[in-house]
């Protein structure tokens, strides 16, 4: 089979990360103080935390979901206001999200290479891996899979499409991304009936009508079909209850598909460039563990806020290395009243998530209460039921992604 070769090809040879355990999300209490965790979230570079997750989950990981960088060669900003109108971004309330720009190709094949190789020790005999790119890559990320996971092991060019405006006035409207997915070897895992969908209606029409219709093949109508491989599932921006504000964030729909088709409950779903969170927290809400890495801690906190929506425990790591310190409110930022087990905060910052741990030790934070601002309206809970038995800490997240503690 043919290779891709450019200036500086090489294998990947990280320093592995130094990973600290900073918290643990106990949604709504749930589990508090003793659940073992379901899920990793890990703020760090990728290559580095791969590299230093090797021991524990080398060949461990049932299914990997990627949505790196596409070689774009924009900036991306995070929409962080609420209740905005969607038709005015000049309006926007916005912050920094992520780069996805390059040097040249070269330094993006590299990028993308060392990653995939990491992956590849990673994922479990069986295994499968998706890579979402588009037009500007596709193309290369294809023989680089071909060659790190062999291309009798490629399985599917998945088209997701979409609509939405564009600016383009000189060719088709560029409305589609490219999802490729390939197996570690055979066997793997390919749940049919999990995401099996109604045949359309015209086909149960001409069926009725039709016995023949098929050319002498009958199709289950009640049990509906696998879905071809091409999908239709409407962008983020069109569906308000979803949105987080963080750039390019992809629907729920598309990855419970995934999930569902390719991995079981129990197993192990990781998403190395978690961005928004998606894969993570429908992962959660289906039964999978779940390992989460960004290298922004916007990126990480967008996902803890989601996961605080479900039912999953989950671990907050770091790479030491990039340790940010809580500062601490100034006088009369916030104040704290704690009527038997109601607490309840005032403060003239501008938060967008706080969370408490009734029983602070001093080292690991446990949120065993959370509240957060309202996707949509912009509304956030001021107070919390809690059952102090110890030394109460608050932690606080403002709009701008500034991160306070406060010992009470």
Not at 4 to 17: M, N, S, Y
Not at 79 to 87: C, F, K, P, V
Not at 148 to 170: L, M, Q, R, V
């Amino acid at each position: 089979m043919p290779s891709l070769h450019w200036t500086g090809k090489r294998p990947a040879a990280p320093k592995p990360a130094t990973l600290s355990c900073d918290s643990i999300l106990y949604p709504n209490g749930l589990g508090y103080p003793k659940k073992p965790a379901d899920g990793r979230l890990i703020l760090g570079d990728n290559l580095s935390v791969m590299e230093a997750l090797l021991p524990d989950y080398a060949e461990k990981l049932n299914l990997i979901y990627i949505d790196p960088p596409f070689f774009t060669n924009r900036k991306f900003n995070a929409r962080i206001g609420r209740g905005e109108d969607s038709r005015k971004p000049a309006k926007w309330k916005l912050a920094h999200g992520y780069h996805d720009d390059w040097e040249d190709l070269d330094a993006y094949l590299q990028f993308l290479y060392e990653r995939l190789q990491l992956m590849e020790r990673l994922l479990a005999p069986g295994g499968t891996i998706y890579l979402h790119l588009d037009w500007h890559a596709d193309a290369y990320a294809r023989l680089l899979l071909d060659e790190i996971f062999g291309a009798e092991n490629f399985i599917n060019e998945i088209i997701w499409a979409y609509h939405g405006p564009s600016p383009i006035k000189t060719a088709f409207n560029r409305k589609h991304d490219t999802i490729l997915s390939y197996s570690k070897g055979k066997g793997y895992t390919f749940n049919a009936d999990a995401v099996r969908e109604p045949y359309n209606p015209n086909t149960v029409a001409t069926f009725k009508a039709s016995r023949k219709a098929g050319f002498g093949k009958i199709p289950n109508l009640a049990r509906g079909k696998v879905p071809e491989d091409w999908w239709y599932f409407p962008v983020v921006a069109r569906l308000h209850n979803e949105r987080t504000g963080y750039p390019t964030q992809k629907p729920e729909a598309l990855l419970e598909r995934i999930i569902l088709a390719s991995s079981n409950p129990g197993d192990y779903v990781a998403d190395f460039f978690s961005g928004s969170g998606t894969t993570a927290y429908v992962a959660a809400k289906h039964g999978r563990k779940f390992i989460a890495v960004d290298e922004t801690f916007r990126a990480l906190h967008t996902t803890r806020s989601r996961l605080a929506q479900t039912r999953a425990v989950t671990a907050f790591d770091y790479d030491s290395s990039l340790k940010s310190a809580f500062a601490t409110p100034k006088r009369g930022e916030v104040r704290v009243k704690l009527t038997g087990d109601l607490l309840q905060l005032k403060t003239s910052l501008e938060l967008d998530f706080w969370e408490a741990d009734p029983a602070w030790d001093g080292k690991m934070f446990q949120s065993a209460a959370q509240a957060q601002r309202h996707a949509r309206s912009g509304e956030l809970p001021l107070e919390l039921k809690i059952k102090s038995g110890g030394h109460l800490c608050l932690r606080l997240v403002t709009v701008q992604g500034q991160r306070y503690q406060l010992n009470v």
